[in-house]
């Protein structure tokens, strides 16, 4: 079974510090990569999404991707006590028509005031 | 306002019982998924749908039914058979191209 690994922390970062999350993945063949945030007891809700190799910046956050290394990395700048959160990494599995998503286990984030 | 509404938001249950969750979207999108969340857990894929009255089993299909009979609802029979059903239920719906997910609120459900 296709894996998404990520460290389940908690990850504790002071405010306006960079947070760093990590992911990999083992199904060589995905396009997309997805960052999801979800607040304790809430629903997941989307950063970003990235499908190239690089860097993608939205605001405070950029996503990283390498598709060589199966790996891909959320960096949020300037760390606010309001992204303490879980986040989730998901890749989009490969094969034609597949719309299916895999959900890593998520890290948790504390940003300490 | 276009989104996701899922009911209930908690829901407790006997062993022994089948419970549905519904989930309706107004969004106009094609695709619709059932996950489950466990705590410390990702989510884990429990069935899904890419257009009405067909349906495909995910990760995890075994104790649960759906059925797909309009666009705009897909939900979500928690069996019996299910042996440990207490979780996070969450549906989404899928925008084509992206491929992101839209997230319902979610149903919390305990079995006593």
């Known amino acids: 079974q296709k894996e998404v690994e990520q460290n389940s922390g908690p990850l504790s970062v002071p405010e306006g510090a960079i947070a760093s999350l990590n992911c990999t993945y083992s199904d060589r063949g995905s396009q997309s990569f997805f960052w999801y945030r979800q607040y304790s007891g809430k629903s997941p809700e989307l950063i970003m999404f990235?499908?190239?190799?690089g860097d993608k910046e939205d605001g405070r956050f950029t996503a990283q991707l390498n598709k060589a290394s199966q790996y891909v990395s959320l960096l949020i700048r300037d760390s606010q006590p309001s992204d303490s959160a879980t986040y989730l990494c998901?890749?989009?599995?490969?094969?034609?028509?597949?719309?299916?998503?895999?959900f890593g286990k998520g890290t948790k984030l504390s940003v300490i005031p | 306002d276009g989104g996701i509404t899922q009911s209930p938001k908690y829901l407790f249950r006997k062993e022994g019982q089948n419970v549905t969750l519904s989930c309706e979207q107004n969004?106009?999108?094609?695709?619709m998924y059932w996950y489950r969340q466990d705590p410390g857990q990702g989510l884990r894929l429990i069935y899904y749908?890419?257009?009405?009255?067909?349906?495909q089993k995910g990760d995890i299909a075994e104790g649960y039914s759906v059925s797909r009979e309009k666009k705009e609802s897909f939900p979500l029979t928690v069996t019996s058979a299910q042996k440990n059903p207490t979780a996070f239920y969450l549906c989404a719906s899928h925008i084509r191209g992206t491929g992101e997910l839209f997230f319902g609120e979610g149903s919390r459900l305990t079995v006593l």
């Open positions: 998901a890749v989009k599995r490969s094969g034609a028509g597949s719309y299916q998503l895999t």
């Open positions: 749908s890419q257009i009405v009255n067909d349906f």
């Open positions: 990235i499908y190239s190799n």
């Open positions: 969004l106009n999108h094609d695709a």
